[in-house]
């Protein structure tokens, strides 16, 4: 029987949001334990069914453990779970992230997060060529009734040797390029969650492989590996 996420892994988070302290947290470490045991398991399955339709390299499930050294916020916990799912570099770009959080704050997430500064300009200049690839695939209905729109944060002008007035600034002022899919706790408690993030994964692949070409050619179409 495939592993889901059982009802125990919303109480015990909702617990941890009260009691974010670690006198709490090490007198409940055992089940804490348990049900990390059981996130890692439903990870790893939900990376197996991806494995049949990408080349994931690495699976990797945070700790809970927040690091608070640079942050205002000192609380000690993460109130949530969260794993990322790596694909095959250099060849393979983007990436997958999975939480799991109560009252209805659960979300997958794909995309690019931090693109470097090279990265960065190679997209734009693809953009500032020729934007309708991209949007022909982030606007087709099938795409869209699972991810909506592209989300991310962007630049309040055009970036540096770009024209403001371009017709694709929009694309060209982003600096991230990501979607987002969020989820209830009812719908993350069924038996068939992790198949249906499976599909929504399987469903960003044209995007992840015109993205993947874009960065991994130069822009006459020349491969860069």
Known sequence: MSPSIPQEVFSFLEKLEKNNNRDWFNEHKLEFKAIETQMKAVFQH???LMSTHDLIEKIKVFRIYRDVRFSKNKLP??????GSFARHKPELRGGYYVQIQPRNQSFIAVGFWDPNKEDLLRIRK??????????A???AKPFKEIWGNLTGDSL???????DKSHPAIDLIRRKQFVFVK?????????DQFINEVNEAFIAVRPFFDF???VLTTDLNGESLL
């Open 46 to 48: 939900l990376g197996e």
């Open 77 to 82: 916990y993460k109130t949530h779970f969260g």
């Open 126 to 135: 693809e953009f500032e060529m020729d934007d309708s690839e991209i949007r």
């Open 137 to 139: 695939l982030i606007e």
């Open 156 to 162: 309040k002008t055009a970036p540096k040797g770009f």
């Open 182 to 190: 969020s989820f209830t706790d009812k719908e993350v408690l069924s």
């Open 211 to 213: 993205m993947s070409d």
